[in-house]
């Protein structure tokens, strides 16, 4: 009976006393969002971080979970959560969403969630085209030469271009300065804070300039950055690889 209202008590409640797991390497990655909201929610978790061996990039952890099962309903991938009533949730992008909503970041009305969606896959499509313009240190089949011009490209034409149109479509649905959608924090905001603040280190300065022109975008970011959850969480942020 008492397993039964802690379970009841859970489910009604995102920052009850029965605490999130949060699985993934011991670095920003695909987690990070997560991590990011569940600070805008103020909200407690386990934040268990698998080491990687700098040396070789393996985890002895990652693969123990492997075995265990606890990476199984995400295809023995990290991340997963772990929720207070014990399902496992996979897929970066699941899991943001799922947070998202729980705490409040999703709007009213299932219109107003989708148009929020709608910003994030914006940011979504900036970081795939960076991807597959094919500059970062993980590429393979160019050479240095090549990734830099490409780099140079991506930072000083491709990039700027996308932001100033997710710019102009967010002024569409922005109802105060610092927020994409409405007049509240959203997970839209949330996507694109990680998208200009939260990118690979070496490519901060960069993405700065690219977005310079982008007024309304950058006070977005702003906004996430000086959340006082969210500040602290930056500021207690563990070092990584990347």
Not at 64 to 72: F, S
Not at 137 to 149: L, P, V, Y
Not at 228 to 241: C, F, I, M, N, Q
């Amino acid at each position: 009976m008492r397993n039964a209202l802690l379970l009841l008590a859970a489910y009604l409640s995102p920052t009850a006393a029965l605490a999130y797991q949060l699985k993934y390497f011991d670095i920003r990655g695909a987690a990070e969002t997560c991590r990011v909201i569940f600070a805008l929610g103020e909200a407690e978790y386990t934040d268990v971080r698998y080491k990687i061996d700098p040396a070789t990039f393996q985890s002895a952890e990652f693969n123990e979970a492997k075995e265990n099962g606890d990476l199984t309903l995400n295809l023995n991938r990290a991340p997963v959560l772990v929720t207070p009533q014990g399902k496992t949730i996979g897929q970066s992008k699941a899991i943001e969403r799922y947070l998202a909503r729980r705490f409040g970041l999703t709007g009213k009305t299932p219109e107003d969630e989708a148009m929020i969606d709608c910003i994030a896959e914006h940011c979504r499509d900036v970081k795939d085209a960076a991807r597959q313009k094919g500059f970062s240190k993980f590429t393979r089949n160019k050479s240095d030469e090549e990734k830099a011009e490409a780099r140079k490209e991506w930072f000083e034409n491709d990039m700027p271009t996308m932001l100033m149109k997710i710019e102009e479509a967010v002024k569409e649905t922005s109802e105060a300065d610092g927020y994409s959608f409405g007049a509240t924090t959203t997970y839209g905001d949330v996507a694109i804070w990680a998208l200009l603040r939260d990118c690979f280190p070496a490519d901060l300065d960069d993405t700065t300039k690219a977005a310079e022109k982008c007024v309304v975008l950058n006070a977005i970011a702003d906004q996430i950055q000086s959340n006082a959850g969210v500040a602290k969480y930056l500021s207690e942020r563990p070092d990584s690889l990347w």
